[in-house]
């Protein structure tokens, strides 16, 4: 879909004498769709010049998904923020501090909130929460089944792979027998969530006590072979360094060659506020737009890179569709605490499909809103530009 304009812009950026051959050679290779090494990704990171990646990506970008962007109408239920793990960068679960503040839905309430919306044109429930001692595999089941009873087109897009693995461990199943029960039941797809730092060196310093790289990747691998899509994160901007933001990738491009079952790869920008690692200070936006870049850049078998505006705020999210960036995630109604919580601008994570739309718009992107599965439903670039800003 890249046009020879795209292209020349490419080669009038790296004409530039301030450009190194080095960066000139890799360029090359992301012109010509060759894949780029390990070494040469964390080169990127260390050495690649903003305006170079984000001319790059973009490019790469506009091959894959030409001038669109992405967004779906969803909600968000979180089940509970009681979790069994510890992890240091979480201001969300509550089970060894402060436990009288979390919360535990019942399956009543659960479809109480996706009754709500019986008037409206969502497509997406995304169901994601703590990891809760007493909530099993045969509860969530009976929450799927009910949804779905109650409104069988909503696609269920739900539990992060520390959920799954430890739910199938309660249950006594494997990782394939408690998919198909899932499955059975109505669940669709797997969100991208717990990926954290595959890095050893990291994950026992951030999430010791979780599913580690193998188990995250298998059950992934697994739900593909069921032919359940899902996404992949990374939780970046902390005390991790370039050599593990790669080795992270790299895993997860190994996989997808094998079972190209993920969707979008999703760079989760890390928030200080209220976790066990305040300590650490955020990343600047140079360094955020470079995140997405050369993940664009070093995903190439990645069909999008998703921008997650409730945790990134609005206007950097804008900022990122010239980064490689060609999904916003969705209208989210103020239905998640995950971020609020750690922090971020968005402290209740609401917009409507004008807003969204006019987001895009802005950037100067076409909006398109998308099923889950990125089906297109509708193109909105007809839809006036108000004055909202
Ligand atoms: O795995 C927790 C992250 C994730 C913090 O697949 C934090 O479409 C930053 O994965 N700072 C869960 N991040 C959310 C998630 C997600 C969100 C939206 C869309 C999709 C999708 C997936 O939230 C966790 C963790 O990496 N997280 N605490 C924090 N302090
Ligand atoms: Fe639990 Fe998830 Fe928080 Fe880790 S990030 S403590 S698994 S809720």
Redesign the pocket.
Known sequence: MSTEADLSRVKNILNRSSITKDIKDLAEKIVAEERLTPEEGEFLFEKGPLPVLGTLANYVREKKSGNKTYFNRNFHIEPTNVCVFS?S????SRLYKHREDGWELSADDMLDMVKKYDDQPITEV?I?GGVHPKLNLEFFCEVIRRIKAHRPELHI?GF?A?ELDYMFRKAKVSVEEGLNILKEAGLQS???????IFHPDIRKKICVDKVDAEGWLKIHKAAHRLGMP??A?I?YGHIENYFHRIDHMEKLRQLQDKTHGFN?F?P??????N?D?SYVPESTIVEDLKMYAVARLYLDNFPHI?A?W??LGRQTTQLTLAYGVDDV?GTIDDT?K??SM??AEEQHPRMSTEELVMLIKKAGRIPIERDTVYHELHDYSEMEVSNLS
């Open positions: 992890c960068f979480c201001s969300y995304h994601v897009k992060t520390v797997m969100p991208g969530g717990g990926a954290e899902t996404n994160t939780l979008a999703i989760l920008k890390f928030r200080n506020k976790n690692m998703k997650y409730a945790m995630d998640t995950i971020y750690a922090g």
